[in-house]
């Protein structure tokens, strides 16, 4: 279906013959959203209904949008952040699929980006799909006049979701959300062993860099920490872990690793990551304590994660794209700071994202919520709500099939004792 100029914005269509190879590649690991895209063929379950999404724009992406379509949804797509898009993939989601997609690798984060997600909001949208909270933000603020048709939203991110929890508890949500980002199919697996490895994949392809040996700073042990941890300490690195909820901090030093406040591991790191959601989890204090040539990066949604405007005043000097991806921020006496992707997320302004198996059950339990959020349109309360157990069941069991797994099923005797209290020891 070719769309008119204006119905997107992409970098370039000529890019489109590789997006769609990069796109029909990731679908070969994702055969449980390709069951849902072939339900939704059939069955158009999101007929009529008018659907904006704002998401890192990936080959992942892109199949599930293409589910989406297939259900009948009319679709607008924008990027959830400004270096995460792949231009080839956006290409092909207009030239090859007519989804009508704004998404610019590199895009201004204070003008582009925000014209992009204003597109988005202006399709008057009946349900969205965010990654951060960015849409639902708009759509409650300045572009509040497009959210009347609005039934509910799905946000997959655990900043999104604090955020989502916070004008809940406010009183100001203005429609249920569904925590995708809550799913057992979504964090124990993407956040965990997803972020894990992107991660270092990004930093690896930006820095060519050595793990083995070298002191990794982790802060924030939950399940994106605990994924990144595993895959450094596997790697050969010696990882600490900073953090502010003493559970987690013990359960990091039961887990073999180091625990320190960021103030004493500032001193010893080589490698610093940051995947806590929160804001200045690196300040100025701990650049200064840095030694030369220390590497930070984030892997949390949002870039606040580092103070870089606190870095950048301390800098005498700062060159950026010594490598790419790479910016050295030179501070007094010589000492140099290298800092990733801007300190956006590194995983996908460095590397290519998630692995497209992971994301195949992520973007499942996402195209069976929107179908949920549809079907009980007025029956939510605004508030967040978790991601109905019959959804989970169902991507999860898929997934174990796509893998040739069988589990075993309790017998009636079974079922029974777990669910009795007369039978005592």
Known sequence: MALKRGHYD???LRLAKEGKRRILWADHDMPVLAAVRERFAKAKPLAGR????????????ANLCRTLAAGGADLVLCASNPLSTQDDVAASLVADFGI????????DPRTTYYRHLEAACRHRPSVTMDDGADLVNALHGKLAAFAGDLVGSMEETTTGVIRLRAMAAAGVLKFPVIAVNDAATKHLFDNRYGTGQSTIDGIIRATDLLLAGKTVVVAGYGDCGRGVSGRAHGAGANVVITEVDPIRALEAAMDGFRVM???????????FITVTGDIHVIDDEHFVLMKDGAIVCNSGHFDCELNLPALAKRARKVRCGVRGGVDEYVLAGGKRIFVLAQGRLVNLACAEGHPASVMDMSFATQALTTEYVLGNAGKLSNTVHAVPAEVEDWVATRKLASMGMRIDALTAEQSKYLHSFEMGT
């Open 10 to 12: 992409v970098k370039n």
């Open 50 to 61: 008018r659907m904006s999404a704002c998401l890192h724009v990936t080959a992942e992406t």
């Open 100 to 107: 009508r997609t704004y998404a610019i690798k590199g895009e």
């Open 261 to 271: 406040p960021m103030r004493q591991a500032a001193k010893i790191g080589d490698l």
